[in-house]
């Protein structure tokens, strides 16, 4: 069968995003608007203790002096943080519970998303996969994490972050806000005070994390902001796969995701992190969708440590994120794969940071950017090796490809090198679908939506392999739809 | 670490002494003739007014970012300097060893003709001073003037106009060819204190001519001065304007220059930027690709050694469909020197069949040297093929072991193995007889350096 | 199983088929010769439906139908196949998964059922070991760093996995040393049959010592200048096009 072509007949039935449907479910939310209160309130519900709302309120303060950056080549209208929710939680759920006691209209909400909370079930239509746990989080808090008990058994503690605040707090502790400081920028500070859940990992020395763990991020109420904060630590010499997942429903108003994800690699230790990132991206006249700015960063703390960030963004009307690695240990190694689709009327502008301070540190950064209809997709990459960063190796292709003649393609890359011994290459290419090749695939009998979407996930190969296999072929698909209508 | 630092028009704020950097104009021409003409008033003065706004630039101005000009701001600099005493022998060498057919000479930015030789150019074409041309009422250099006086550019563009005086201007009319290439020696010289000049300079290339221009910069002091210079180009179509620059500036001299062309249909416009002197140095290039058929070719070699910061900056607008444009950069770095290379290749909507190539590269010599690059692509057309490639680094050790496993002692390897990297880009100077002279500055260079 | 009828087509406005008429029986295999720029390449992008290739008169039926009214794709399903001559890389799409979007489109458009995974692998490595392609070059993206003649016997490869009823080979000679066009040649020896036939479009004769046409038609001028059997194409070889050119010039 024709993935893509079984795809685009999904998405006929189901309209052209298909996660946007609402979930009719009774919320609590704090009221409107942000201020100090609002802060104690989060902290207050989610019996935090008193360094915590301590921190929240540093950041909370740090954020008042603190104005939007608008470096980036998006455009959108000033954002009224008054008018936003900054705690929403489906009701009756004080914390994650055992499976049988959350709420069935959740769990039918990601049975649809195709997310298995039930733990003898697998992925939705994928065969013979490999066992996933996974934590939901459905708006402000994580409604259920899977597969505890197996991994408890290995040391591994997977749990949302405010359950491991009241579990495990001298490990938070120990670790939050040490690689992105409250302080860091305006999204990243404006998370520190209000984050309302996200997950937490936390993989035990010489730990082969034993499955796949992830997390999937639905934002349902209305006007409602999403701050999660995911925190992942790997001890010496352990291993794990991460991956994220998130949707919304269709709203023609816009609504702020500001995430910060900090990861943390210790001596020998490996971190995969992989995103689909699927939000609704708005229609195609440009109205809805999420602004998606997100802070992500990796610490390769300990010597021969590795964080390999991939990510495929094919939603949200505004993406903003930058998922970067500080290479301090000698030899670490900091990896960036990322398909960057932007179509209609949606805004990228992402890339990532390779900070170079080890001896032997290396770098690979692999950027697809796709830009159809009248979007904007910009790669911004920093790759800096500092003066102790001695052989240190940094090697970045960075492909635009563009479709159609009203869309734009931007790359801006920062290359800043203060060691002799280190190499830094960068490459960095344009092209479009050559009319040749659509034909060809057409004269073989391949539909023209079909050719671009096998095109296209051509052009993306050498970033959608890095996926776990599973993940790949969703995210194959997800090309193919988040690329309807462009041509023809 | 924060955020990527912010993209921001302008920011910064005035030099603290704002008052000498603005006000020199107002009593006019240190020898008190001013002839030039009333609408040049008002476009000092606006001018004026946007420098006051912007100040200088400090590195929150994202074009501004891996420069810092706070050497600058701590100068006391001679605004109105008096014009130097310089003798015809104690001018440098020419470039091409030779007595040059046509040389122009300016001294601190002002033209001295007893120092120049002109003789009768073919065609028509004028070489002469902007006073001059000025002061005659010269039409097309007025309508020029305005037009791009007009035009923003930044602070240090607007500080220039503001003190928009002299500088050396080119007019070839259409349909001429210039054989011989024309010389302009720039001439920077100390006082009691640093002076501070800014010649605007003016080449207009006439549809279907051709012309040369090679602009050799050197001080003959060992002080340090302030050298802001604006060159406005004008290709009309078809015309071939190649561009030759040696800044061989004195140490501790503070050399910022702004090119700026507009090419039309079928013109070509190629540069060739050799950088070795200077305290700190900026040559920023724009390029204006207007017409169809419009093509660019921007090289340039630097060497940069002890505390030296060079900052090589362009900027190629893909206005029209069907335009080409082709750079390469390549320095070598030693001491504590810092190299900068920002490349922009713009695209705009609808303008297909574009081709926009470039490549920076650096090598570093020592522990302590420093580049910094941003080569940027803003494509909003599908049918283009552009790229940008950047590297950094040590020699090759490869290449190294070869050359010693051969026989050839380490630092006679290392010198062979930096006029080999260094002479590909010299390669694509399209003037012969300039190579020659560019590769012996480099086996010069290569061998005063100070051994680390 | 083709009829074509005083076909006249333009590029960029510029005709270069001026009332062509050819007709080829099933089981037939046709050969067209001609100088360069007389139109053989245009006859093969109008037959397979490319942009650009605008049909200013006449028709072509195919197996009954309006060829000209359908989409490439839709050709495609109806069974023409075009091998090319000059096959299009498509980087980071491998032969394999290219092959099965194509024989699944087809299915699909035809309402048949899909292979799965395992009868497709199988079907392919038939075909690719009957042509002596390995395994490794079924892996390697579509035609990307293929020799002249890897990518050749490529095009047959696809044309052997998707059974076309009508094949038009568009100088598929050029660029084939003596060894690799007997390949090819034997490869297309191997799919003749009662039921499929053949376009062979060759600027020289010696293809045709390898694929031996039931007729041969000379093109010149954009319509056929003479049509006979396999000696007009020996007599081409030794005569050369310059009488032709002549007569469809006067």
């Known amino acids: 069968m024709a993935a893509t072509a079984q795809t685009v007949a999904q998405v006929r039935d189901l309209g052209k995003y298909k996660h946007g449907w609402e979930t009719e479910i009774e919320m609590e939310t704090a009221p409107k608007g942000l201020n100090e209160d609002i802060v104690r309130f989060i902290s207050a519900r989610k019996d935090e203790p008193d360094w915590m709302l301590d921190w929240r309120l540093k950041a909370y303060r740090h954020w008042l002096t603190m104005t939007e950056p608008t470096w980036a080549m998006v455009d959108y209208p000033a954002i009224d943080f008054q008018d936003i929710y900054y705690y929403a939680a489906p009701k009756n759920t004080e914390g994650p519970k055992s499976l049988d006691e959350v709420d069935p209209e959740l769990l039918r909400t990601y049975e649809k998303l195709g997310i298995p ?37 290995h040391g591994v503690i997977f749990c949302s972050i405010s359950e491991a605040l009241q579990n495990h707090p001298e490990l938070v502790r120990k670790y939050l806000g040490t690689v992105v400081p409250y302080t860091d920028n305006f999204y990243a500070t404006l998370n520190s005070a209000v984050f309302s859940d996200g997950s937490f990992v936390y993989i035990p020395p010489g730990v082969h994390c034993p499955m796949e763990l992830s997390t999937y991020f639905r934002i349902n109420a209305k006007d409602t902001g999403q701050f999660e904060r995911t925190l992942i630590v790997a001890e010496e010499g352990s291993y794990v796969s991460y991956l994220e997942g998130c949707t919304a429903p269709m709203r023609d108003e816009n609504q702020l995701h500001a995430a910060v994800v900090e990861l943390v690699a210790l001596k020998d230790a490996e971190i995969k992190y992989s995103t689909v990132q699927n939000w609704y991206p708005g229609d195609e006249t440009g109205k809805g969708g999420i602004y998606n700015f997100v802070t992500k960063r990796g610490a390769c703390r300990g010597d021969d440590s590795k964080i390999r960030w991939t990510q495929v963004e094919t939603g949200s009307a505004i993406t903003w ?30 890339g990532t940071k390779m900070i170079h301070l080890g001896r032997n540190t290396r770098s690979r950064i692999i950027s697809k950017g796709i830009s159809a209809g009248r979007a904007r997709n910009t ?3 920093l790759v800096r090796m500092g003066p102790k960063a001695l052989n240190g190796r940094n090697f970045t292709q960075c492909d635009s490809l563009l479709i159609g003649d009203r869309c734009g393609a931007h790359t801006v890359p920062y290359i800043e090198s203060r060691n002799r011994t280190a190499k830094v290459e960068h490459e960095a290419t344009t092209s479009r679908i050559g009319e040749d090749q659509l034909f060809y695939c057409r004269q073989r009998g391949i539909g023209e939506e079909d050719a671009v979407a096998l095109i296209v996930n051509g052009f993306c190969k050498e970033v959608l392999q890095e996926l776990p296999m599973e993940f790949a072929v969703e995210a194959q698909k997800l090309v193919g739809i988040s690329l309807e209508g462009s041509v023809g | 670490m924060a955020g990527l630092v912010p993209i921001a028009e302008t920011a910064g704020t005035a030099a603290d002494s704002g008052a000498d950097w603005l006000t020199g104009w107002r009593s006019g021409p240190a020898d008190g003739s001013d002839a030039a003409p009333d609408w040049l008033g008002a476009v000092r003065a606006d001018a004026a007014d946007r420098f006051a706004a912007h100040g200088l630039p400090d590195r929150r101005v994202e074009d501004w970012r891996y420069t810092s000009l706070a050497h600058l701001t ?8 008096a014009p130097a005493d310089v003798a015809k022998e104690s001018l440098p060498a020419l470039v091409f060893g030779r007595e040059a057919d046509c040389r122009l000479v300016l001294v601190n930015g002002q033209v001295r003709p007893a120092l120049s030789s002109v003789p009768a150019l073919p065609g028509g074409t004028v070489l002469t001073s902007l006073a001059g041309a000025l002061a005659s009422g010269h039409p097309g250099v007025a309508d020029l003037l305005k037009r791009r006086v007009a035009a923003t550019g930044g602070a240090l563009k607007a500080l220039n106009d503001s003190w928009l005086e002299d500088g050396y201007v080119l007019i070839v009319p259409d349909g001429v060819t210039v054989d011989m290439p024309i010389e302009i020696l720039s001439v920077g010289t100390g006082g009691a204190l640093p002076p501070a000049y800014q010649p605007r300079n003016l080449i207009v290339a006439g549809a279907g001519s051709r012309v040369t221009v090679v602009e050799h910069h050197v001080g003959l002091c060992i002080g340090g001065y302030f050298a802001n210079l ?15 620059k040696v800044q061989d500036e004195s140490r501790e001299a503070i050399h910022i220059a702004l090119l700026d062309a507009a090419l039309d249909r079928g013109a070509m416009f190629d540069s060739f930027c050799f950088t070795l002197g200077g305290r700190i140095s900026r040559n920023e290039l724009r390029v204006s690709l207007d017409a169809p058929g419009a093509h660019c070719r921007l090289n340039g070699a630097y060497l940069a050694g002890g505390r030296q910061h060079c900052d090589h900056t362009t900027s190629v607008d893909h206005a029209a469909p069907e335009t080409h444009s082709d750079q390469l950069y390549k320095g070598v770095l030693d001491g504590r020197a810092r190299a900068v290379f920002q490349g922009k290749v713009t695209v705009r909507q609808d303008a297909q069949k574009v081709e926009g190539h470039q490549m920076s590269r650096a090598l570093l010599l020592s522990e302590t040297a420093e580049v910094n690059t941003k080569p940027e692509l803003f494509i909003h057309a599908d049918d283009v093929q552009c790229s940008h490639g950047a590297t950094a680094g040590d020699l090759d050790a490869e290449a190294l072991f070869y050359l010693r496993s051969r026989g050839v002692p380490e630092g006679q390897a290392r010198q062979l193995l930096v006029e080999a990297f260094l002479n590909e880009a010299i390669d694509a100077v399209a003037l012969a007889g300039m190579r020659l002279p560019l590769e012996r500055n480099v086996a010069r260079w290569m061998a005063e350096r100070p051994r680390s | 199983m083709l009829e074509i009828e005083n076909l006249h087509a333009a590029v960029d406005g510029r005709a270069i088929l001026n009332g062509l008429t050819l007709a080829v029986a099933p089981g037939e295999v046709h050969a067209v010769m001609g100088p360069n720029g007389s139109g053989k390449s245009t006859l093969s992008y109008v037959l397979s439906g490319r942009d650009g290739y605008e049909v200013t008169a006449g028709r072509v039926r195919f197996r009954g139908e309006d060829l000209l009214a359908l989409d490439p794709e839709e050709r495609a399903a109806a069974g023409l196949f075009l091998a090319f001559q000059y096959p299009v890389e498509i980087p980071g799409v491998t032969n394999m998964t290219f092959l099965k979007h194509a024989v699944n489109g087809l299915k699909v458009q035809r309402g048949e059922e899909e292979l799965d995974a395992m009868q497709f692998l199988k079907l392919v490595r038939q075909k690719a070991k ?39 080979l568009d100088e598929t000679d050029s660029g084939l040393d003596i060894d690799a066009l007997k390949i090819v040649a034997d490869g297309v020896n191997a799919l003749r049959g009662p039921e499929r036939s053949m376009l062979v479009i060759t600027h020289y004769q010696r293809l045709l010592d390898y694929i031996v046409p039931d007729r041969v038609h000379v093109l010149a001028g954009g319509r056929i200048a003479q049509s006979g059997g396999k000696e007009l194409a020996t007599r081409l070889e030794s005569e050369g096009y310059a009488a032709f050119v002549e007569k469809a010039a006067a």
């Not at chain 1, 079930?121 to 505890?148: H, I, N, R, Y």
């Not at chain 1, 994120?321 to 992402?350: H, M, R, W």
């Not at chain 2, 604006?230 to 078809?238: P, R």
């Not at chain 3, 050749?152 to 044309?159: A, D, G, V």
């Open chain 1, 117 to 153: 909370l039930k733990e003898q079930e697998v992925l939705a239509g994928v065969q013979g996969a490999p066992k996933v746990a996974v934590d939901a989080v459905f708006d402000s808090v994580s409604v259920a994490t899977t597969f505890k008990k197996e991994l408890e058994s």
């Open chain 1, 321 to 350: 994120k930058y998922p970067s690695c500080i290479l301090q240990g000698d030899n670490s190694v900091g990896e960036f794969y990322s398909v960057a689709i932007a179509n209609n009327a949606q805004q990228a502008d992402t």
């Open chain 1, 379 to 381: 790669y911004r990459g």
């Open chain 2, 74 to 81: 701590g100068l006391e600099l001679d605004w109105a300097p």
């Open chain 2, 230 to 244: 604006v060159t406005d180009v004008a290709a009309g179509a078809e015309a071939i304007v190649r561009h030759c």
């Open chain 3, 130 to 168: 009957a042509l002596g392609m390995s395994d490794d070059m079924l892996k390697r993206a579509v035609n990307v760093g293929f020799s002249g003649g890897e990518k050749k016997r490529n095009e047959i490869l696809q044309m052997a996995v998707l059974e076309p009823a009508f094949a038009v």
